[in-house]
């Protein structure tokens, strides 16, 4: 038992730690830093971010960026190994910060991120030229962010075969309060074929996407 | 109030009565039909009807049809007044059922009704011919159907100006279960201007389309 | 499929184009106004619309107004094309504010509209008098606000011929929390005919009754 | 503590034992008829009914009537005493199984019960004429049976005085399917004074009219 | 239809005008007072009673009283009609406020009240003694409060035979954050004769026992 | 790592291998009993557990025995080890079954059980009896087995200090409807010290009751 | 734009076609049969399989598979490209006809797969062993299989980096009735980086497998 | 009746009293403690433990000890008798709030505890160690805190046969906000012998403990 268990826990690394700063204090942070070395800090808001990165001192070795939108911190010691490019759709302007989660998450593990935001099926021939030429860059994932209804994976996953990451959003009021008909229209989509993630885990859509590149990236 | 009552109730002539089948005998149904002549049974499966029609002897100033896909049958003594053109749409082919019952409810009522079937949005590009086609023929009125995710009420209503009657269906399975996930996603929906009836409510659908074109017949 | 695409989007003309406020900044919204012209900016509170009005510095082309009750902004440039009557009821003064963002969406959009406020189940005498007003002046359409148990739209479309848009409100307590028991009963209304949409969706009640008077304005 | 429950088991006589059928064989409920004697039988299906009344072999001192639209068997020795009078009002036809299950069971607790079935609001004006005969026969409770959106209770209770027990029942579809789109409206309603059962408990809603009756039975 | 009408409004009278706090300004309840009369206002805090009492300048035919635990101002020009008896029980000390509000807005509607509360089912010792003095005075109906999982009102329902109204309250957290495990075990209780009101509705359950008590006073 | 893995597995010992039967064929049942010998199986029909039975032709080592109320069948080649005593309660004669399958269960593996059924809340002066006798017979765990509104482990944990473990049962109907009310009231009850299992699951609190008379079986 | 949709559309192609049989007639799955040629039935019951291979006289170029367990019937008319290896793991006996709908699926479709069921973590050292041995095989993608609390896809996705897709399925009861409970634990796993489908969907996951081999198929 | 209540009252004795302190002001808390003297107050945040301890004014022979993270004040007069030993253990950092409730608790009321925090199934490598050691020191109870997804109990009552308690949190996001989707994985657990306790509930996890222990502590 003991050689099977190292053998699977040798696969478990490259990949940054990734830290979920809610319920965690400014001081826990930065001890996980100086711990870890090479850490993504999500969901973490401007301020908290300022005053991390002022009490951090990092030596000369790791740099430390943070992304406002997507409300992410990355300490870094080196550059992520390359892995190839991923398509990230958003369709309202409100699903942003999410999507914008997914892209900071993919690019610190490596992977080259093409977007698209604000392309919803309200207005679906803004949908077709980023999604063509995402298609001719050879995208190897769309990560598809929405709220409201949640139709764009559908309606994405529709049109091509390259595999379709759904992110659901709680962008919406009544009976879409919360995400839950994002989240159901994607997991019941009549397109086949969609992955889903809970509910503004752009982070979640981001590593799943890593993982389906990592698994070729030998290849 | 005496007035006023009667000035409303004046207003309420002219409809088929309708009866909802089920809860009802067989014996229910012929007696409602021999006291009001005009009449539209909905939700009756062929074989009641078959035994309804059997028991009803008529006389010569009725006609009945049954209608067997959308589970209806119409008793007529005349025909109904001309209303206009409305559309039915239907996203899949399992929505047909539903599609049909709010198509011959708006024929019986007056209306000429343009389809087209299984145009979901997970093959988007059969949408856009018939969707063309009804808009030449100027209907004034969409009735969209569809299951699972029920995402075509949006994307249709993201492409037209024309009205949109949204009826969500029973089709689906897990999440989609009873037609919630369409229901919701048709509230929910980032298009505007989308009226939702009942889980497999095509009856209502065609009430609201007729009352739609009753209220400018006049006009 | 070019030239179906150009076909449906010509129709798209003649709204003012429709923003929702909540998630995005006063900057977004001045921003978007100078880019597009013509806008209804909804769900906004009075602070933010003072400082938006300020910001706007509009030329002499542009007149900006709010309403604060609806809280709703509308800025434009010459007047809507006239196009019929429609009417609104509420059941209680707590649904006032939806109520208003429905008056004042279908006004900016050229409808005439008659009010009828804090007419609902629990005192249904004082319902029947407003009503016939509403109907002897050939209103299109009845848009019919409601929280609590939402029963209103129910009564009325069991008096009146008229097509009725029902609106749930996020009035109640309990089980009517977040408007549900009123959302609940108007898709299962045994009056047929009603077409619904969100919980405290004013707009998009008034969008669909504005289709409807378009559909049929050339006529 | 012993005197104390003694007295409140005193007060505990004269309601006839009641026994709910689904779960219990044929012979369990012979076998409780035979020890108990006085017993109300509910949701007992006519065959049922038909094989426990011919093994009864009732003596001399009992009568058995099954009341088949109710599903309720009466078991009795005597006449119960006589209590006042009681209103069952339900809003459509397939409600009526559970109003008149609340009819035999008060009846047979010693109510006189007047009824006035299918007085929804989809045609308020059916309701006025009966609803004031009751008054004026001074019923003192009214037990209001709905399925549906449930808002009969509502506008009975908007109109009079008299308290009311709401019973919703599980007639209904979608949105309403099980019956607690009626419970909630009848929960969340607007005119304050509705006592709310579960759903479907024609039982238990006039074994609370009959509570009523008795607290002042000797008045 | 104007007689009938009429009549029914006729019996509408000698309640105090009840008017919930919540989302009323205090000028708006002022002005109400200042219109109407007597009135009871519910769901009142008592900085908004304070501000609301000093604006008031009632002359001398008016007292008002604020409730500060029932959170109920009650404006009164004479005292109500006499009416009987009944009893308040609550199962925790956190339920005390809903418990309270019941018993204001009942001894304003001219009920004598007698309570007892914090004697829920963890130490259901605590509950016979009380309850066996409210028999013993007679009273003829009984609220019962509770939250958390809301199994008093069966006990209380098996013990005696008095007519029980139940209150849920939102006291609970986990599953019974909101109330609902409350409200579901009370409509689901095994003891049947229990009329139950919406989440924390004291106020409405007051207004059922007193019209009780109302439709027997003049026998 | 190996090392630790079979020290935990070395505990797991001694009980009985049990099998759910829905959605296994008799055959696999049959082939599971011939591999391993000793088993439990629940939720078996009378009429399968007949056909199995007649199917298995176990050697003389193997006895085999169905207890039809509980729908379990034990195939046992020795008696288990003594345990201890504990208790079971039911509220009302349907929740028997699912009581009888945590007795047979505790039975099996090595417990002697008391049960008291049908001593629900309805009627609380029929559980004070049978439960003193259980504590004065010095049972060790509970397990309280309850449908409807679920009071009763409430009550019971109110009273005495046993550990008691909670079963809600699918028993109810309406809001009780597959026994989440029941479920809901164990969990949020305001007598703490209450383990809750899944609904209907016998099985599970037996195997919980034996898991902590084994705990303490070697002291 | 048609230049576009055409691009779009050149990439759905190599694919079989795929019919969900619920709610088709034996008669509507020959018809598309015949005119689709290559094509992939889910969701068939056996004599449902048998009737319609009887049925189809297929000639020399078709050949149909039926796979039982799976309840998918394939008809091919040449050997799919190759594609790659996938794992399909699954927690329990009861959810393996979902597991094997995922593997036929994906067979069909060009994967070889590898498979391991009744590894679920009630007994997680049955599980390292497969898990192992699919990692040395270079599996590309691991569908995970689960119903009851669903936890089998966060304790393999904590163990190896491969790309998850976890499928929930409606084995359960109480709380787990309809897969509600594994769904949901999927979604909020802790382990991130696992797509979900919807639940029993076994097709889903195999699409979404399929999707990800053929994006690196060229590579 | 008495008798029987005596007896079932006197077992009642020997727990600290608990009181909760949300909905209660520091008054009251005081005044609790005064009256009673050996008291834990939970849910009990810093500032309000502050200024309660310095109202107390305790005499000597009472000591107050507050523990922050599980945010419970213990007030005491002499050591609890000894009990026995017991393992808590929590899946994410998060979750040791909960947990530490339920080891103060438990610790108060007599038990010897050992923990093992953020040992959850996303790193199970880390649960195996303290597990074992746990086993080893002869714990007769574990008490396992989970969120998310909580399969922590699962996968630890699949290693090893003590007792499990299992106690769901509310960390989560999306389907998991509010802690539900732990709670119906621990409910819907494949390994049997779980009992559950409501969401964030830790104190009701240490009681259930310490009435186990207590059951057998005379042995
Ligand atoms: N935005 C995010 N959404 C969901 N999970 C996250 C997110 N950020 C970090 N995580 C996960 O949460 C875990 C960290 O939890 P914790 O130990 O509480 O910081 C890591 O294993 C991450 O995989
Ligand atoms: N009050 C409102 N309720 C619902 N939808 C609205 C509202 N106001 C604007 N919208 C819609 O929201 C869309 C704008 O979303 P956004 O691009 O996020 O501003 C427009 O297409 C409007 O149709
Ligand atoms: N605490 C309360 N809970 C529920 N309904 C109330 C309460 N107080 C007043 N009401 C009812 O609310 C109605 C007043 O609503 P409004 O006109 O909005 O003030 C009256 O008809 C009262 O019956
Ligand atoms: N943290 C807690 N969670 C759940 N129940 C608690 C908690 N702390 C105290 N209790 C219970 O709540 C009851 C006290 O309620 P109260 O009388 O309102 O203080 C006691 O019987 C305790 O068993
Ligand atoms: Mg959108
Ligand atoms: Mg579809
Ligand atoms: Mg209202
Ligand atoms: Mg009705
Ligand atoms: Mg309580
Ligand atoms: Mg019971
Ligand atoms: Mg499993
Ligand atoms: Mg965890």
């Given at each position: 038992?003991?050689?099977?268990?190292?053998?699977?826990?040798?696969?478990?690394?490259?990949?940054?730690?990734?830290?979920?700063?809610?319920?965690?204090?400014?001081?826990?942070?930065?001890?996980?830093?100086?711990?870890?070395?090479?850490?993504?800090?999500?969901?973490?808001?401007?301020?908290?971010?300022?005053?991390?990165?002022?009490?951090?001192?990092?030596?000369?070795?790791?740099?430390?960026?943070?992304?406002?939108?997507?409300?992410?911190?990355?300490?870094?010691?080196?550059?992520?190994?390359?892995?190839?490019?991923?398509?990230?759709?958003?369709?309202?302007?409100?699903?942003?910060?999410?999507?914008?989660?997914?892209?900071?998450?993919?690019?610190?593990?490596?992977?080259?991120?093409?977007?698209?935001?604000?392309?919803?099926?309200?207005?679906?021939?803004?949908?077709?030229?980023?999604?063509?030429?995402?298609?001719?860059?050879?995208?190897?994932?769309?990560?598809?962010?929405?709220?409201?209804?949640?139709?764009?994976?559908?309606?994405?996953?529709?049109?091509?075969?390259?595999?379709?990451?759904?992110?659901p959003?709680s962008?919406?009021?009544?009976?879409?309060?919360g995400g839950?008909?994002a989240?159901?229209?994607?997991?019941?989509?009549?397109?086949?074929?969609?992955?889903?993630?809970?509910i503004?885990?752009?982070?979640?859509?981001?590593?799943?996407?890593?993982?389906?590149?990592?698994?070729?990236?030998?290849?």
């Open positions: 038992d003991r050689v099977r268990f190292d053998i699977l826990r040798e696969k478990r690394t490259g990949f940054p730690e990734a830290v979920f700063a809610p319920g965690k204090s400014d001081e826990d942070i930065i001890n996980i830093i100086r711990t870890v070395g090479d850490v993504i800090v999500t969901r973490l808001p401007p301020e908290r971010a300022e005053r991390i990165m002022d009490g951090l001192d990092l030596g000369d070795d790791y740099t430390a960026d943070y992304h406002e939108t997507a409300r992410v911190l990355a300490v870094r010691s080196g550059e992520p190994e390359r892995l190839g490019r991923i398509g990230v759709l958003s369709a309202g302007t409100s699903d942003i910060p999410v999507a914008e989660e997914a892209r900071v998450v993919a690019e610190e593990s490596g992977c080259e991120v093409l977007t698209a935001y604000d392309v919803g099926v309200a207005g679906i021939h803004r949908l077709l030229e980023p999604l063509q030429d995402m298609l001719e860059s050879d995208v190897k994932v769309l990560i598809v962010v929405a709220g409201m209804e949640g139709a764009l994976p559908s309606v994405v996953a529709g049109l091509v075969d390259v595999p379709v990451i759904a992110v959003t962008v919406g009021y009544g009976v879409g309060e839950f008909a989240l159901n229209s994607m997991l019941q989509s009549c397109s086949p074929g969609i992955g889903v993630v809970n503004d885990n752009g982070f979640g859509a981001a590593v799943l996407a890593v993982k389906i590149l990592r698994a070729f990236a030998g290849d």
